[in-house]
C-alpha cells in the first residue's frame, strides 16, 4: 500500500534563514508528486508538483523540491524563509492512472521566528 | 479565474444533528472530491465525482454520510446524524477531467458538541 512520510513533525526557523522540509514515500512505482501548502484557516495551496523530466521542480513563492528516486523522497526547500511562510505543509503521492487518489502525509508545522 | 468555493466557512451543532456542506468547483473542472481532514493530520479523501458520477465512495461511511452531485457542477455532502468524532475539517477539490493536479477550497470547520 503506498504511504507518505513526512518526518518532522514541527520545524522552527529563523527568518531568513533556510528550510527544507522532508517527504518520503512508498509506492509500487513512481508516483505523481505535490507539495501543498496550508496556511490557518484556509485551504490547500499548490506549491510545486513532478511528473516527469527534470527532477528539480521550481515552485511558488521560492519553493523548490527535488526528487530522488534512489531514496524515494521528494523534499522541500527554500533558501530564505520569510515570516509568511509560517504554515502548515503537506506532501502527497498520486498513482500514474486514471485514479487520482491522492495519499497525503501529516504534515509539517513551521513556524518562523523574527 | 475563481477558486474553489466552500459554504459553509464554519458550523458548530450538537451531535445527532444533520449538516450538510456546499462546494462550487472551478468552472471547467469535471472531477470534483470531498476529502476529510482530522486534526494534525492530511486529508484522507472521502468520494470523487466525474461528472454527475461518483466513481470513487469506498470511503465514504454510508451508514451516515452521503454526497450528491446533480448537475455534475456543485455538490453537497451530508451527515445525518452528526457524531462528535465528525469533528473535523471538510474540504472540496476539484480538478479538470483526466488531470493530476487538484485545486482545493478553503474547507468548511465542523464543530460537534
Known amino acids: 500500500a503506498q504511504s507518505v512520510t513526512q518526518p518532522d513533525i514541527h520545524i522552527t526557523v529563523s527568518e531568513g534563514a533556510s528550510l527544507e522540509l522532508r517527504c518520503n514515500y512508498s509506492y509500487g512505482a513512481t508516483p505523481y508528486l505535490f507539495w501543498y501548502v496550508q496556511s490557518p484557516g484556509q485551504g490547500l495551496q499548490l506549491l510545486l508538483k513532478y511528473f516527469s523530466g527534470d527532477t528539480l521542480v521550481q515552485g511558488i513563492k521560492g519553493f523548490e523540491a527535488e526528487f530522488k528516486r534512489s531514496q524515494s523522497s521528494f523534499n522541500l526547500r527554500k533558501p530564505s524563509v520569510h515570516w509568511s511562510d509560517a504554515a502548515e505543509y503537506f506532501c502527497?503521492?498520486?498513482?500514474?492512472?486514471?485514479?487520482?487518489?491522492?495519499?497525503f502525509g501529516a504534515g509539517t508545522t513551521v513556524t518562523v521566528r523574527a | 479565474e475563481a477558486g474553489v468555493v466552500q459554504s459553509p466557512r464554519y458550523k458548530i451543532i450538537e451531535k445527532k444533528q444533520p449538516v450538510a456542506f456546499w462546494c462550487n468547483p472551478i468552472?471547467?473542472?469535471?472531477?470534483l472530491y470531498w476529502y476529510l481532514q482530522n486534526l494534525g493530520q492530511g486529508p484522507e479523501l472521502l468520494i470523487r465525482y466525474e461528472n454527475e458520477e461518483a466513481v470513487d465512495d469506498s470511503q465514504l461511511p454510508k451508514d451516515r454520510f452521503s454526497a450528491e452531485r446533480l448537475k455534475g457542477v456543485d455538490s453537497t455532502l451530508k451527515i445525518q446524524p452528526a457524531e462528535l468524532g465528525d469533528s473535523a475539517v471538510y474540504l472540496c477539490a476539484s480538478s479538470r477531467e483526466n488531470q493530476e493536479t487538484q485545486y482545493f477550497g478553503p474547507g468548511t470547520r465542523l464543530l460537534v458538541l
Open positions: 502527497a503521492v498520486g498513482p500514474r492512472s486514471n485514479d487520482y487518489k491522492l495519499s
Open positions: 468552472s471547467g473542472h469535471n472531477t
